[in-house]
């Protein structure tokens, strides 16, 4: 082994967790950060310095490959910290400084990025003799120079330099508009009629006799499903399309004009163009025509979707001639009841929040031999945050795999959806110390206690979510146990980084699985396997008109992304599209665009779900024809898609668990099944 010295001097979150961390006061905190940041530039001069001294062979060629990727990973891990506390850390002085330190961290990651002489040095290192993986790794990360301008003039680097600190700065006011916006809706007692009975007593009359009902995800949907009013779900939903209004009108102008200016910076002509070059996608066109193809696929079921809705509410109001957007899940609910029997309300108590939380680490357990061991004693942000360390199953002697932190209620100034957060990358067998992944879920879960009965019930939506969003958790495991700490756990290609999530979610369609943990919350019977078959079929309704709306919101964000932006109406464009890919036209003074948070981070790239979701179905045909339990085949999923992390192109990942390419042959059976 080479003697380089590799020096990683960040301050360590050790045994403790780098939960830690947050679990100090305003100023601790962005010293740690800082103290990481100067770590990271440490590092880097280090890299600079040993890529420049003359050795030869593997060994030499990948410690100094190792140094680069320790400065990296450092800087990565305080920006993993700050952008997770300014999302749900409760104090507010603490949450400015994890902004403070999150542009600090993003000025530092952009003078990286747009460092010439690391460049030179990372193209210096000699190949020769290294592995498949860390070929692609040099060649990813210099594509990523290059994408980043590193190879333009002094003066289009400083240009980018400026743009990039001030998307920072942008997209952290976009998403604090969000977060910050708590709209609320006073109604009668009697405006809830149709709402469960633990809805109805988690929100009794205030002092002045009515019911305050908050625009959070908690309340918006079962008030959209439910409520017999038509009235009070057009207000609701209303208020919802107004929330971050009129602050982010303007912030998501500036955020499309910075984007195109870098864009054009760096040659291409829109930013949709740009972002897409180093996505499995290939370029905008293709997204655009992936976009087309779905919606073209889903027309003629959403349009019968459509006939069955509008139907459904002539029986409610005979004269009625079309359909408003605050009626449809209302009306799915019913035609639910009509055509199956199904009454969501009926498999809520079925779904406690305690026993789907151990549901699906019984479930994950079952399927990738591991088991999960509750850490009583971690330091954590806020007393609703529970830990777990995740080990080998019947080995808790041996190093754990990774840690895992559920955060899962929602609170005054916390992000308001559901989302899962890296902490900390993890790497394996290097020469730096070998670091476990930490991994964060943030969702807003009804709070068990909320009501007189105390389960916390949620809907089967959110019984989804959760799978959803945990599947990102342990990808972000089990993938950072790989050789390079930037490329582990969900450091993949942006869109196949929902096949994961998408494709655990197909465990909560299966009665055998549902049975592991659905059981009456009063009786503790099993959920019946004829409820899941109504289950099932119920979730069949509405597909189509489901897939339409998503192609809705990916050409919305592609749409605002491949252009000009210059003299742009967000919101006529909005109107626009909602009119071709929805059967609902815009309504005057609503605003989807202001809280679309994906805006910021995913910017053009919402197509990735429906991309993800294609492969996911390919890929589930192989449980579905051995057995959702199988653990050979999750073990084979394990180690050929989620373990390699970002270490190989998604494709790859793919093929090397179904054999062959992926199709779309599996994802157009689903959509037009029954």
Not at 23 to 52: I, P, Q
Not at 600 to 621: E, H, P, Q, R
Request: proline letters at 4%.
């Amino acid at each position: 082994m080479s003697t380089l010295g590799i020096r990683i001097v960040e301050p360590s979150p050790s045994s403790l967790g780098a939960s830690r961390l947050l679990n100090v006061s305003a100023e601790e905190f962005l010293g740690t950060g800082r103290a990481g940041m100067e770590a990271a530039k440490a590092t880097m001069a280090h890299f600079k310095s040993a890529a420049r001294t003359p050795s030869a062979g593997v060994d030499a060629s990948e410690a100094i490959l190792d140094i680069f990727d320790a400065a990296f990973a450092a800087l990565q891990n305080v920006g993993a910290r700050c952008g997770l506390a300014h999302e749900v850390h409760p104090d507010e002085k603490l949450r400015a400084a994890a902004e403070t330190c999150e542009q600090e961290v993003s000025a530092l990651a952009t003078e990286f990025s747009l460092d010439r002489e690391i460049y030179d040095a990372l193209q210096s290192v000699d190949l020769t003799h290294v592995d498949a993986n860390t070929r692609y790794f040099v060649e990813k990360n210099l594509r990523d120079f290059r994408l980043g301008g590193v190879d333009r003039d002094p003066e289009t680097r400083a240009q980018l330099k400026e743009l990039n600190q001030e998307l920072v700065k942008i997209g952290q006011e976009f998403s604090k508009n969000i977060r910050d916006d708590d709209r609320r809706l006073a109604v009668d007692p009697a405006d809830l009629d149709g709402l469960p009975e633990d809805f109805r007593r988690a929100h009794p009359p205030g002092p002045n006799g009515k019911v305050s009902i908050s625009t959070d995800t908690v309340d918006y949907y079962p008030v959209l499903t439910y409520a017999h009013n038509a009235k009070t779900r057009e207000a609701l939903w209303r208020l919802y399309l107004q929330r971050a209004h009129p602050q982010n009108l303007q912030v998501l102008t500036r955020m499309l004009e910075a984007r195109f200016r870098v864009a054009q910076l760096l040659g291409f002509d829109n930013w949709a163009d740009y972002i897409t070059q180093d996505k499995m996608i290939g370029n905008e066109k293709n997204a655009g025509d992936f976009i087309a193809r779905i919606a073209g696929i889903s027309q003629a079921r959403a349009d019968h979707d459509y006939q069955d809705l509008l139907a459904i509410k002539r029986g409610i109001v005979p004269t009625s001639s079309n359909i408003n957007a605050w009626d449809h899940s209302y009306l799915m609910e019913k035609l639910k009841v009509e055509r199956y029997g199904f009454d969501s309300q009926a498999v809520r108590p079925y779904f406690e929040y305690s026993r789907v939380k151990q549901g699906v680490l019984d479930i994950t357990s079952t399927l990738f031999g591991i088991a999960y061991r509750r850490v009583q004693d971690a330091q954590v942000w806020h007393s609703d945050v529970e830990t777990y360390d995740i080990y080998p199953a019947g080995d808790h002697q041996s190093k754990a795999l990774g840690r895992i932190y559920l955060d899962m209620f929602p609170r005054e100034n916390k992000y308001k959806h559901f989302a899962q957060f890296n902490l900390m990358n993890g790497n394996q067998g290097s020469t730096q110390s070998n670091a476990r992944p930490e991994g964060v879920l943030v969702c807003n879960f009804p709070r068990p206690g909320a009501d007189s009965d105390g389960p916390g019930l949620m809907e089967y939506r959110d019984v989804r979510t959760l799978f959803h969003e945990f599947g990102h958790l342990l990808h972000h495991v089990f993938g950072g146990r790989i050789r390079w700490a930037t490329l582990s756990g969900t450091a993949v290609q942006m869109d196949f980084v929902e096949v994961p999530s998408q494709l655990l979610e197909e465990w909560t369609r299966d009665a055998g699985s549902l049975q592991v943990f659905a059981r009456h919350y009063q009786t503790g019977d099993p959920i019946p396997a004829r409820l899941v078959e109504q289950l099932r079929a119920a979730d069949d309704v509405g597909r189509g008109a489901t897939v339409r709306q998503q192609m809705f919101y990916a050409a919305l964000s592609l749409g605002l992304y491949n252009r000009d932006p210059e003299g742009l109406d967000t919101t006529s464009l909005l109107a626009e599209l909602q009119s071709r890919y929805t059967p609902y036209p815009y309504v005057e003074g609503t605003y989807l665009q202001e809280s679309f948070g994906h805006l910021d981070g995913y910017s053009a790239l919402y197509y990735t779900y429906m991309w993800s979701l294609v492969i996911a179905k390919d890929m589930f045909n192989v449980f579905q024809t051995s057995g959702l339990l199988n653990s050979a085949v999750a073990g084979k999923y394990r180690s050929a898609t989620l373990e390699p992390g970002g270490s190989k192109p998604a494709a790859q990942l793919v093929e090397n668990f179904l054999g062959r390419p992926y199709s779309f042959d599996a994802y157009e059976s689903w959509l037009n099944e029954n």
